[in-house]
Each structure stands twice: as structure tokens, then as C-alpha cells.
């Protein structure tokens, strides 16, 4: 499973404004209802629900928060590069400015633990993470999430 088999052009927000998590979970939430066509409501409650049981800032910048959805037929990601780092309550205290949601139907099980690694491993990638704080063009962004990842063969 390729990250393009996860997130579409349109799942891409180059520039959110937010001052908090809370914030950021609402907005995504709102671009997230657009895209899946499920409310807001129940996006946004199944996010925060998820960053109760632990902060999903995994770490250098970076969070991957994520949910199951009861009515979601395939797996859905959003991505979003914030204006400014925020406080996400991340592993090693540091503010984050990129953000993969994952949202996944509720029977998803492997697939959706899959699509979590696959995320991590992508965004776990420096040059990668670089280029996307680098620049604040969607499509641009969207090119470099859904490219091969660089191979380490020599």
C-alpha cells in the first residue's frame, strides 16, 4: 500500500492556522468531512477520543493523529503542514508542524495498523520531512508524500 492509495490532492492543506491541538483536530476535521463526506462532528470526536489515550505527536515535529469511523468504506488520509509549530503534547516535548490524519473504517484492523507504519516510516524519512516544511505549495506537497520512497540499494 502506497501513501497515493491513502490521500488524494485534495486531502492536502499547505497552510493551517491553528493555536492549538484542539484547534488543529477542528480544522482537519472540517477538511476531513469534505473529502469523506461523514460530519465533522464525528470525525473531530473520534480524533480527540483517540488523543486521549496518548498524544499521536510521535516526535520530531511530527503527529499522526487517527481514528476508526463506523460509516468510512476505505482509508482516508489528510495531511497538513501547519503556519506555525503548536503545542501537541508530543513524546519528546517538541511543538509540531506536519500532521498525517488517518482516518480508517472500523473493521480495518491490519490495514489500518499498516497504513500507520507506512505513514511513520514515510515521515520518519529527514529529506522527505524536509522538503515538506520546505515548501507550502499543495500539489508540491502531495508530490512528495506519494513518491517512492528513495531506495537504500546500492
Do not use: C, W
Request: glycine share 6%; net charge neutral; charged share 25%.
Amino acid at each position: 500500500m502506497d501513501l497515493n492509495d491513502l490521500i488524494s490532492s485534495k486531502a492536502i492543506v499547505p497552510s493551517l492556522k491553528a493555536n492549538s491541538k484542539k484547534q488543529a483536530l477542528q480544522e482537519l476535521a472540517a477538511k476531513a468531512a469534505t473529502v469523506t463526506g461523514l460530519p465533522e462532528r464525528d470525525i473531530f470526536d473520534t480524533l480527540l477520543q483517540r488523543e486521549r489515550l496518548g498524544s499521536t505527536g510521535v516526535g520530531n515535529g511530527i503527529a499522526i493523529p487517527h481514528g476508526k469511523l463506523v460509516r468510512l468504506d476505505k482509508l482516508v488520509g489528510l495531511f497538513a503542514r501547519l503556519d506555525r509549530p503548536i503545542d501537541f503534547d508530543a513524546l519528546d516535548d517538541q511543538p509540531v508542524d506536519l500532521v498525517f490524519v488517518l482516518l480508517a473504517p472500523e473493521g480495518a484492523g491490519a490495514d489500518h495498523l499498516k497504513a500507520l507504519a507506512r505513514i511513520a516510516r514515510r515521515l520518519r524519512d529527514p529529506g522527505t520531512v524536509a522538503k515538506l516544511r520546505a515548501t507550502a505549495d499543495a500539489d508540491a506537497l502531495y508530490t512528495i508524500l506519494t513518491q517512492p520512497a528513495a531506495s537504500n540499494a546500492a
